[in-house]
Nanobody, 121 residues
Framework: QVQLVESGGGLVQAGGSLRLSCAAS????????MAWYHQTPEKQRESVAE???????NYADSVRGRFTISRDNAKNTVYLQMNSLKPEDTAVYYC???????????????WGQGTQVTVSS
């Protein structure tokens, strides 16, 4: 089984910073890619940043240069450091993990429950 638990969301003023964490607990699986998405009531869930098992990263244009994704493979945890936050960054942030079943080539995608980030102007 795989569970993802996010933390670190909250209310911050524009220009401020937050650090999100997503810890995975798993048995019988290994983690390939991990990613952060965000969603607002007006929009579909959108990719924010992703990171591979060897540390290659990719960012949405809207956050490049302000957000940094990183991971600690020993802790099965992915982080999102968010700097220079803007009101338009307000959303529910979700992490996901693409995991591989041990001894097979089967891949599965799991999501966390989400954490609210609110940026006030």
């Amino acid at each position: 089984q795989v569970q993802l638990v996010e933390s670190g969301g909250g209310l911050v003023q524009a220009g401020g910073s937050l650090r999100l964490s997503c810890a995975a607990s798993l048995s019988g699986f290994s983690i390939d890619e991990m990613a952060w998405y965000h969603q607002t009531p007006e929009k579909q869930r959108e990719s924010v940043a992703e990171i591979t098992s060897v540390g290659s990263t990719n960012y949405a244009d809207s956050v490049r240069g302000r957000f940094t994704i990183s991971r600690d493979n020993a802790k099965n945890t992915v982080y999102l450091q968010m700097n220079s936050l803007k009101p338009e960054d307000t959303a529910v942030y979700y992490c996901n993990a693409r995991v591989r079943e041990s001894g097979t080539s089967y891949l599965f995608l799991y999501w966390g429950q989400g954490t609210q980030v609110t940026v006030s102007s």
